[in-house]
């Protein structure tokens, strides 16, 4: 029962930025948006999380709307090895579970 | 630092048997969550364990059990093996001073049901 909504895939060219969106229109107040990515073979990986400020690190930034009813993570400059399936996740703070959507699947082209 | 490690990597299983899987959380982390995830799907949450005890318990029935160990190590136990538990199942490792923000997840193990 995920309350997320990604799109199923996306492409991206090489060296460019990718904006991946999701949309989490229940959201609540105490819920946080986790970003994570699943490269082929692997286990998810850690991107980013905030509750309504945008947030950067050196992987990612991550644009929450004013309402937080959707957000935007960006890949400020996609490589190959950025292609993976990305999942956008709300999570109440005190809450121990991940619950994983169906993600989006991100092919970068070169 | 070695990270989250698992075995086996793949196993072999028939309906019916019961298979136990291994986890070594990443060091400093004190807290195990495992996964199960079917192929092409995202992986779904089967429980936690903190102080060596089973925190919060996902929708999987009670042939899934788990067990950790003073090591901050873990096990997940599948009793009665059934097709529909072939998966791969994951293992993800926290620190609770962090109230577990970040999940480091292995590489997985992955089991067929034969």
């Known amino acids: 029962d995920a309350k997320t909504t990604q799109p199923p895939s996306m492409d991206c060219a090489e060296g460019r930025a990718a904006n991946l969106p999701c949309n989490h229109s229940t959201i609540s107040g105490n819920e946080y948006v986790y970003w994570y990515r699943q490269i082929h073979s692997q286990g998810p990986q850690y991107i980013i999380h905030?509750?309504?400020n945008n947030e950067t690190n050196e992987m990612a930034s991550l644009i929450i709307t004013e309402d937080r009813k959707s957000s935007t993570l960006i890949l400020p400059h996609a490589t190959l090895r950025d292609t993976a399936v990305y999942y956008c996740?709300?999570?109440?703070?005190?809450?121990?579970?991940?619950?994983f959507g169906a993600g989006t699947t991100v092919t970068v082209r070169a | 630092d070695a990270g989250v490690t698992q075995s086996p990597t793949h196993l072999i299983k028939t309906r019916g048997q019961q298979v136990t899987l291994r986890c070594s959380p990443k060091?400093?982390?004190?807290?195990v969550s495992w996964y199960q995830q079917a192929l092409g799907q995202g992986p779904q949450f089967i429980f936690q364990?903190?102080?060596?005890?089973?925190?919060q318990r996902g929708n999987f029935p009670d042939r899934f059990s788990g067990h950790q160990f003073p090591n901050y190590s873990s096990e997940l136990n599948v009793n009665a093996l059934l097709l529909g538990d072939s998966a791969l199942y994951l293992c993800a490792s926290s620190w609770i001073g962090t109230a577990n923000e970040k999940l480091f997840f292995g590489s997985g193990t992955q089991l067929s049901v034969l």
């Open positions: 364990y903190y102080e060596e005890e089973e925190r």
């Open positions: 905030g509750l309504k």
């Open positions: 060091s400093g982390h004190d807290t």
């Open positions: 996740i709300v999570r109440v703070v005190d809450d121990y579970k991940l619950s």
